[in-house]
């Protein structure tokens, strides 16, 4: 018995020793340590939503399927229409965030916030971010605090916009009524009638560029000599047609490179430095044309466009022949005018891409981009068809364009840099282009009109 005594009493003392072992183990370990376990078996995610609010009714069913299909998430809704507690929660929320927001839905996992919802982006985003959150550990949203100078925002997509006076009410929309639906591309939300109108303003502008404006008029002058206005049709064409083309799969290629990259803010400064470079030189043409760095058609290039332009006139009534010497020459022209091009699709793209546009909208936008960058030229290369007379374009038309250009570039730059979300806005976009245009104009009256009265006669741009 007394065996039998000592072993259940060794038996004993070894269970308790090895349960004091783990205590000792667990204490032993970092408190951040054992937290960062604690929140890792739980990732919390605020949504606030407006009942009755057409994007919620689109953003809540994703979440509750996310939730579902998520091994520790655990979904917090609050309604902020009608709750007046749930909105101070929201308004409290927004403060540690260190985030603006005028509208629902508003997401909250971790440190990051999302105002708004977009599907196909922002779907993408957010359970990438619970996931990461599932496997490395998250704060709860009710415990983060984020210091001044940050901000836990990531992007801004469709909101359910509020009021002055109540910032997260707002009567119910009819979602269908912005949304356009286009056979193989699908549904296009136009929402943001603020890209319409940027997309419109920067296409127009970009249109009058001195480079292309100037090979197509010497190319269609050339073409009259022959005076046959059917080869005239043909050559005007062709080059339009492949120049455009050309165009726009560069400026496809630099929005699909911006998506990509949307993440990596260093993106944004790098786009805004370089069309600052294009602003200055634009500005810098006005008043010393083609001195220093000028982005325009080399002297030493010109040659070469010329002997291509003869090339193609020398193919006689070859319909074939011409077209194809044409389409060669529009796509050699379009690598050369590159340099003298590149600002606004550079620009055009980035607010794009800060404005969460999906691709579906692009292509919509990039459409309506290329029909009002072509009116120009198709206006005049109408002109020349029907009159068989044609204008050069001269230099001192060069030099305006240069300096609205410039200035409109200068003006979207700065937005870029300070803030791309004043172009989210209809009114706020017409006011930067307003700005630019002002300011080019009050440029035109001091140099060209003022500067003459007061005698002074030095210097280039007259």
């Known amino acids: 018995m007394r065996g039998r005594t000592d072993l259940v009493r060794r038996v004993l003392l070894g269970a308790l020793a090895l349960v004091l072992a783990l205590l000792t183990l667990d204490l032993a370990r970092p408190p951040g340590a054992r937290a960062q376990e604690e929140v890792a078996t739980e990732v919390v995610v605020e949504y606030y939503y407006g009942e009755g609010c057409p994007v919620c009714a689109v953003t809540g069913p994703w979440l509750e399927d996310l939730e579902a299909r998520t091994p520790g998430m655990r979904l917090v809704a609050v309604e902020v229409w009608e709750d007046a507690a749930g909105r101070a929660r929201l308004v409290d929320a ?18 990051r916030a999302w105002v708004g919802f977009r599907e196909g982006v922002h779907d993408v985003q957010i359970e990438a971010e619970v996931q990461r ?28 916009e ?13 979602d269908t009524a912005d949304v356009l639906r286009l056979p193989l591309v699908g549904d296009v939300h136009l929402g943001e009638r603020s890209l319409l109108v940027s997309t419109a303003l920067i296409a127009f502008v970009d249109g009058f560029n001195p480079c292309s404006l100037w090979v197509l008029t010497v190319l269609i002058a050339l073409s009259l000599n022959s005076g046959s206005r059917r080869r005239t049709m043909i050559i005007g064409l062709t080059f339009i ?44 043409d006005y008043f010393w044309f083609r001195q220093g760095l000028s982005f325009t058609i080399a002297d030493e290039r010109k040659p070469g466009i010329y002997r291509a332009m003869r090339r193609v006139l020398a193919q006689g009534d070859n319909l074939p022949a011409v077209v194809g010497a044409t389409a060669v020459l529009a796509a050699g022209v379009s690598l050369v005018e590159f340099g ?30 290329m029909l009002i960058y072509q009116l120009d030229e198709l206006a005049i ?30 003006a979207l730059a700065v937005v870029v840099l300070v803030d791309p979300d004043l172009m989210s806005g209809v009114g706020s976009s017409l006011a930067v282009f307003g700005t630019a245009l002002v300011a080019s104009g009050v440029v035109l009256v001091v140099h060209r009109v003022l500067r003459p009265r007061l005698g002074v006669r030095r210097g280039a741009g007259r």
């Open 241 to 284: 047609t492949v120049t455009a083309a050309i165009y726009a799969l560069f400026i496809a290629g630099l929005f699909t490179v911006f998506t990509v990259v949307a993440f990596a803010p260093w993106i944004r400064v790098l786009v805004a430095l370089v069309a600052l470079l294009f602003a200055a030189v634009s500005i810098k």
């Open 381 to 410: 290369f109408t002109t020349a068809v029907v009159t068989m007379r044609a204008s050069r374009l001269q230099e001192r038309h060069g030099r305006i364009l240069k300096l609205v250009g410039g200035m409109l570039m200068l």
């Open 133 to 160: 959150c599932t496997d490395q550990g998250c704060p709860d949203p009710a415990d983060v605090r984020l210091p001044e100078g940050t901000s836990g925002a990531v992007a801004t997509g469709e909101v359910c």
């Open 340 to 369: 003298c091009t590149a600002g606004f699709p550079l620009l055009w793209t980035n607010l794009l891409t800060a404005q969460e546009a999906t691709a579906g909208t692009f292509v919509v936008l990039l459409l309506l981009y």
């Open 94 to 111: 927004l403060e540690r965030y260190r985030v603006r927001a005028l509208g629902v839905p508003v997401i909250l996992v971790g440190e």
């Open 162 to 174: 509020g009021t002055a006076d109540n910032p997260f009410q707002c009567a119910p929309e009819d």
